[in-house]
């Protein structure tokens, strides 16, 4: 399957997912509010955040294994980058309000102007950063 | 069980394949297309546009119902002002995912597939977001 078809229809599935969820139990697939109100929300609004964490992590760790992947999968990044980016998505995602699910495939299918505001930013962050890291080299005196 | 964990569950596993087949747990293939300047990926695109264009089609008919299925009513998220601590904490998590090309989704799937990236990645995370929720208790933040 070509890249593109692959991206169209895993969002797709994604898309699904979320509409599965709000038809259901009326709730928006927000990927770090799930998680987030696993700690913090009140006992009986728990169930259904682990269930939907289990089934994300089994289903998704087992398609991973059955997929054909590309080597890049294997390369592995600095440890102390992949921490210091592991806080700021933590951190930021509670302050926020949201990732990319939540803003970007929830937010953005309620045609919500809060969530368009919060992807233009993070999308805009992210290509700076991006760009930082890749293309600018600082030389120190 | 009862029927609204299961509906969690299957959609929890949905999300999960959706994620695994997208190509979005490789984060490589992520900063492939943050980055606007070199070897531009577009497969991110692709994956936004198929979600987007389901929600935006699928949600409009589900919110004209009125109740879900399974439970007495919608909760959607009742903040709609675009304010400081919104602007503010999605520039940072954006930050964070454009210096390792993992956003909370594809990081959780990859844990569980096994990428070792994730598996440091993912407590970090956890972390990050345990500390806004104590800085946020002790009044340190989200005071306007």
Redesign the interface.
Known sequence: MSSWAQGLLGGALIGLSATLLLWSIGRIAGISGIVNGLGTAPRSDRAWRAAFLLGLMLAGGIAMQLLPYAPSHLQTGSTSLLLLAGLLVGFGTRMGGGCTSGHGVCGLGRLSWRSLAAVLTFMLTAIATVFLMRHVTVTLP | ?N???????????????????????????V?GF?????DF????????????????I??RF??R?P?????A?????A????DR????????????????G????P???????????AM??????????????LMERRGK?GEE
């Not at chain 2, 109740?67 to 439970?71: E, G, I, N, R």
């Not at chain 2, 601590?85 to 964070?96: S, V």
């Not at chain 2, 993992?102 to 989704?105: A, D």
């Not at chain 2, 990081?107 to 990236?117: P, S, Y």
């Open positions: 069980m029927r609204s964990v299961i509906a969690a569950l299957a959609s929890g596993a949905l999300f999960g394949v959706g994620l695994a087949i997208s190509g979005m747990t490789d984060r490589l293939v900063l943050l980055d606007l300047y070199g990926n577009p497969q991110l695109a692709f994956v936004l546009a198929g979600a987007v264009v389901v929600t935006a699928a949600f589900v919110l119902l109740q879900p299925v399974l439970a009513g919608f909760k959607l998220p903040a709609t002002a675009v601590q919104l602007l503010l904490g999605a520039a940072i998590f954006g930050i964070g995912w454009g210096l390792v993992f956003c909370p989704g990081a959780l799937v990859g844990l569980a597939g096994g990428l070792r990236d440091i990645f993912v407590p970090a995370m956890l972390a990050g977001s345990f500390t806004h929720y933040i």
